[in-house]
């Protein structure tokens, strides 16, 4: 079992950068897929982006690919969302997601894939 915790949310100008940390506690989250959605308020929510146990696959939202970045750091158990090129969508609450990786990830970018959830980031892209 696993606690996430999020962090780096924030205000942020459209075009601008931000990088959202997502801290495990727990053993083992090496064993871990870890996923990366956002809600906006009123809305449901949506797969951002996705990463394997190793970090050597990534999945993306069409809407996402080629700005934002994940990635992950098991030695401090920790996964990254970098966020580049953000535009005025909105707030949005961004959470982290963590799984113990079975053999397929070719649910991965459905929330039900998850167990387990941190509380989430609220960032804002001003325009």
């Known amino acids: 079992q696993v606690q996430l915790v999020e962090s780096g949310g924030g205000l942020v100008q459209a075009g601008g950068s931000l990088r959202l940390s997502c801290a495990a506690s727990g053993r083992a989250f090496s064993n871990y897929a870890a996923g990366w959605f956002r809600q906006a308020p009123g809305k449901e929510r949506e797969f951002v982006a996705a990463?394997?146990?190793?970090?050597?696959?990534?999945w993306y939202a069409d809407s996402v690919k080629g700005r934002f970045t994940t990635s992950r750091d098991n030695a401090k158990n920790t996964v990254y969302l970098q966020m580049n090129s953000l535009t005025s969508e909105g707030p949005a609450v961004y959470y982290c997601a963590a799984q113990p990786a079975a053999s397929s990830y070719t649910f991965i970018v459905q929330e039900e894939y998850f167990g387990y959830w941190g509380q989430g980031a609220p960032v804002t892209v001003s325009s």
């Open positions: 990463i394997s146990t190793s970090g050597e696959s990534t």
